[in-house]
């Protein structure tokens, strides 16, 4: 596709419930982000794909939160027992990966998640 | 610890005036440097970034930024906003893929 798409565009879940948002990266771009994007705040980083691997897990904000990425295109963030602090827009990024520097990110349009 | 800072969390400014949003950031390496745009329900878009070379770099929609070593600093200008310009910017630095910083935005609102 032209650009990084994420679904679905809009989701309202009830607290306790658990959601799966779903990020497709540009094709051909081997690095993917997720960040969180909470209401007059920045974003914040929460994990980083390099192919399908996740080398860094440290931005998860609890073990609520996991993430995986198959065949080194698609990737899903996964919330388990939402709760109503987990309200945010969720953000996924994708970039070519350069090696050992900072490659520019693209962003998709976002995922607004409102825990009721 | 690595931070950036955007001091300024909301500017106006009328339309045609000048603009200047300011980024300041704390890193132990000079890190790559980027300005993002946000406009309401929109994911970001890259208007400008820096990596090496000319301090001075030019982006899109007509803007451009300043990197200043000496201070920390890689501010966004644009000679004349136009009423379009009205969106939440970011400024962001990294040194890896996976150290990505943002600032927490500045919303400019145009006056007509």
């Known amino acids: 596709g032209a650009g990084v798409s994420q679904s679905p565009s809009n989701k309202v879940t009830e607290k306790g419930k658990d959601v799966e948002l779903r990020c497709d990266p540009i094709?051909?771009?081997?690095?993917l982000y997720w960040y969180r994007q909470s209401l007059g705040q920045g974003l914040e980083f929460l994990i980083y794909?390099?192919?399908?691997?996740?080398?860094?897990k440290s931005g998860l904000p609890s073990d609520r939160f996991s993430a995986e990425r198959t065949g080194g295109s698609v990737s899903t963030l996964t919330i388990q027992r939402t709760q109503q602090e987990d309200s945010a827009v969720y953000l996924c990024?994708?970039?070519?990966?350069?090696?050992?520097?900072?490659?520019?990110?693209?962003f998709g349009p976002g995922t607004r998640l409102t825990v009721l | 610890a690595q931070s950036v800072t955007q001091p300024d969390i909301h500017i106006t400014v009328s339309e045609g005036a000048s603009l200047e949003l300011r980024c300041n950031y704390s890193?132990?390496?000079?890190?790559?440097l980027f300005w993002y745009v946000q406009s309401p329900g929109q994911g970001l878009q890259l208007l400008l970034k820096?990596?090496?070379?000319?301090?001075l770099v030019q982006g899109i929609k007509g803007f451009e930024a300043e990197f200043k070593r000496s201070q920390s600093s890689f501010n966004l200008r644009k000679p004349s906003v136009h009423w379009s310009d009205a969106a939440e910017y970011f400024c962001?630095?990294?040194?890896?893929?996976?150290?990505?910083?943002f600032g927490a935005g500045t919303r400019l609102t145009v006056k007509p």
């Open positions: 890193y132990g390496a000079t890190p790559y």
């Open positions: 990024a994708s970039s070519l990966d350069s090696g050992g520097s900072a490659d520019t990110q693209y």
């Open positions: 094709s051909g771009h081997t690095a």
């Open positions: 962001a630095v990294a040194v890896y893929n996976n150290d990505m910083r």
């Open positions: 820096y990596f090496s070379g000319d301090t």
């Open positions: 794909f390099q192919g399908n691997s996740a080398p860094d």
